[in-house]
């Protein structure tokens, strides 16, 4: 079933318009004016902004908001990346990514993350791991003499399941060729005494750790002594596996990771709680052959961008375009890009936890 919404359907008061099994879908308008819908499932539920980024808003499961915390108690009706910065997912680009330099006219993560989406659909299906239902829409992005693509994401939730399936497509509608940078920002929240455990090698070489100071974020902590904290991070990344109160995430730590697959291709990156959850990002390395972590612990933001999967580097158009990195797709080409986000249970997290160990030691590995 195939259910085409309309902004008229979404009003101050939240109503349900579909049941599905034992998934349901209402809508409701925030008080700031910005379109919502709220999937819950038998574990839990999600908020997304069906003409506004198709971000996921909030992601909450087993009755734990995973997302990130931040000054946002609300969307706000806004294309600027940092007015209104809270959301679980955001997708990023897909003219450029990343903070831009002085040489750079693009905005904080490029164009995507706030858009207004021209459509906004939702379809309630059945497969082989059960009933679902998936919400998605189309976004078209057209400056004359620059730029032509059609955007479409999608999030698929099923019924008694606490990942969800994230997808992109952007398609060239150019009768030349694209360049093409996109990141899927997935937000979460640190917790404390968890411990981060991912398919790849914990080293020095491996696990990048950034030196540079954002410009955009003011913080009245000690650069001096963050600056000294990032240092010890290079030498021994190991040190930011164990989440506490004390690190130095002020204003954030950015590392390039380099992932191991295994054989379907997917690299892993959990943050396990102390209970035996995790937090999860599978993304596919076919598709999104770079990644970053980005963790940030101030006193107003607390965030834990487990894993940031990208099909290029997060240092803005022209630096990016410069070392070369920026990938294109030919007129008339769509370029796909997969991941799954979401929360583990105990069980799910000891299996994940021996299959991320085979991966490393090549048991099941997919060599990139």
Not at 331 to 355: D, V, Y
Request: net charge negative; aromatic share 8%; glycine share 6%.
């Amino acid at each position: 079933m195939l259910l085409r919404l309309k902004k008229g359907y979404f009003t101050e008061k939240e109503q349900v318009i579909i049941e599905h099994g034992d998934i349901s879908v209402s809508l409701f308008c925030y008080d700031s004016g910005v379109e919502a819908l709220r999937v819950r499932n038998k574990r839990g539920e999600i908020i997304m902004l069906p003409y506004q980024g198709q971000q996921v808003w909030r992601c909450v499961f087993d009755k734990r908001d995973i997302t990130m915390k931040s000054m946002f108690p609300e969307p706000v009706d806004t294309r600027e990346y940092l007015a209104t910065y809270v959301g679980f997912l955001l997708h990023c680009g897909a003219t450029a990514i990343g903070m831009p330099s002085q040489e750079d006219t693009h905005p904080l993560h490029g164009e995507l993350p706030n858009a207004r989406y021209q459509e906004a659909y939702i379809v309630c299906g059945e497969d082989e791991s059960g009933r679902y239902v998936t919400v998605g829409g189309r976004y078209r992005h057209v400056i004359a003499f620059n730029h032509h693509y059609l955007a479409e994401p999608a999030v698929k939730i099923y019924e008694a399941s606490a990942l969800l399936d994230i997808s992109m497509r952007i398609t060239n509608l150019k009768k030349t060729e694209m360049e093409l940078m996109y990141m899927a920002h997935v937000n979460f929240c640190p917790v404390d005494d968890a411990e981060l455990v991912y398919s790849s090698d914990y080293t020095p070489e491996s696990v990048a750790i950034k030196m540079n100071i954002p410009t955009h974020i003011k913080t009245n902590a000690s650069i001096e002594k963050f600056e000294e904290y990032l240092l010890k991070l290079r030498k021994n990344p190991v040190l930011h596996h164990r989440i506490n109160a004390e690190a130095l995430f002020d204003p954030e730590m950015v590392a390039k990771i380099h992932y191991k697959a295994d054989k379907n291709g997917m690299a892993h990156s959990m943050q396990v709680h102390p209970d035996g959850y995790a937090d999860y990002v599978g993304h596919n390395t076919a598709q999104l052959d770079q990644a970053f972590r980005w963790i940030a612990r101030t006193p107003d933001q607390d965030a834990m961008g487990l894993a940031l999967p990208s099909n290029t580097g997060d240092g803005g158009y022209m630096a990016e375009k410069s070392a070369g990195n920026i990938k294109t797709i030919a007129p008339c080409e769509t370029a796909c890009f997969n991941l799954q986000a979401g929360l583990l249970s105990p069980n799910e997290t000891e299996a994940m936890i021996k299959k991320i160990h085979d991966i490393k030691k090549g048991a099941d590995r997919h060599d990139l």
